[in-house]
């Protein structure tokens, strides 16, 4: 039965009865008249406004291009990625080779300062006597040996742009204040002016050293540090990488392997980090000519990961997961090919995923 054959209202009518009439009054009849109901209506409750979309955050491809893959240092990439254009100084720590300079280099070139220099300093590789004229610049015969032209120093040289400050850790302790005023003043005096020079530069340190440790033994200024660091960004070394297998494709851009010799690759531990691997890659690239790189055109690599057991069959206990997994990522989890490659057939090597854990991407879900 409808609404209009209980009741003597239109059911059309029942938001304006109840709100233009008082609440002694809302009476209605049951139909027939005998039987007289006060009408209470509340409106049905707001349906939720579904949010929108977080954006998702674009990674700039020169910040994109660090990694191929390891978790870790994918969420360094996309912490640095919202600091870009923004005037915090980053400190970058990692063991010599881990790549450095190429990420502060990244970080210029995905920014608005891009199409300014971007100047380098090893504080590590210029003479003691000669460091402070060459970052602050020095005015015609401001000292002996002075040039008589003068010198613009390296961080007016960067103005507008970046100055990366590379192995910050063996920078003197008496050029540290100087180096501390240019970062809270945005000024730079030049050696025997009177008068400082402003500068507009983003600073990015870099060191492999404990600088922690050097604030304590009173060999680096503690408000130098803190100034420095803005934003810690700590790159992993080569060998805790989950990506290793991806770089190395990646920087041989096309050129092929054997799978051998990427094995032997896989179980190098890397102590020069991606310095090492970029020498390996290209001496090994200008041996082998127009063929894959093969086992011959190595050079001499020290075994410290456990590599893949690659004896046939089924006998012996699995080694190397870890080596088993790079493997896999660097063939593109094309089983077949690793299968070949360790000598085993594809099903070994499917029980020996199975019982490492290991599943390709295309299975999880």
């Not at 910040?63 to 990625?81: F, K, N, P, T, Y």
């Not at 501390?180 to 009177?194: F, I, M, W, Y």
């Not at 660097?330 to 029980?351: C, D, E, H, I, P």
Request: charged letters at 20%.
């Amino acid at each position: 039965m409808g609404f209009e054959q209980l009741f003597g209202l239109p059911f059309g009518q029942i938001g304006r009865f109840v709100m233009t009439q008082p609440s002694d009054q809302r009476a209605v009849m049951l139909a027939g008249g005998r039987q007289l109901l006060f009408l209470s209506a509340v409106p049905p409750p707001a349906r939720p406004v579904a949010s929108a979309p977080r954006e998702e955050r674009r990674v700039p491809a020169p910040l994109a291009a660090l990694s191929a893959g390891d978790a870790a240092l994918d969420r360094q990439v996309e912490r640095v990625a919202r600091l870009v254009n923004t005037p915090i100084s980053l400190l970058i720590t990692g063991e010599t080779g881990s790549g450095k300079e190429y990420f502060a280099k990244a970080v210029h070139t995905a920014s608005e300062r891009r199409g300014r220099p971007f100047v380098a300093v090893n504080c590590a590789a210029i003479p003691e006597h000669l460091i402070e004229s060459e970052l602050f610049g020095h005015l015609p015969g401001s000292f002996s040996g002075a040039s008589p032209k003068g010198k613009r120093g390296l961080i007016a040289e960067a103005d507008g742009g970046t100055l990366f400050l590379d192995e910050i850790g063996d920078m003197p302790l008496a050029l540290q204040a100087r180096l501390l005023r240019v970062l809270s003043e945005r000024e730079v005096l030049p050696v025997g002016a009177t008068r400082p020079v402003p500068v507009n530069i983003r600073v990015i340190a870099a060191t492999h050293a404990p600088l922690e440790q050097l604030v304590l033994a009173g060999r680096f200024r503690d408000d130098l540090y803190y100034r420095l660091k803005g934003a810690h960004i700590q790159l992993p070394p080569l060998r805790e990488r989950s990506d290793l297998g991806a770089m190395i494709t990646r920087l041989l851009d096309g050129h092929a392997i054997a799978p051998v010799a990427l094995q032997r690759l896989l179980a190098h531990r890397w102590p020069g980090n991606l310095r090492e691997l970029r020498n390996v890659l290209d001496y090994a690239a200008s041996l082998c000519g127009d063929g894959p790189i093969d086992l011959d055109d190595l050079p001499e690599l020290s075994v410290a990961r456990l590599p893949v057991r690659v004896t046939a069959g089924e006998g012996g206990q699995d080694e190397g997961p870890e080596a088993l997994l790079q493997a896999l990522r660097a063939a593109q989890w094309n089983v077949s090919a690793v299968a070949r490659a360790m000598g085993l057939s594809r099903m070994t090597l499917y029980r020996r995923m199975k019982r490492a854990g290991i599943v390709p991407p295309n299975r999880l879900n």
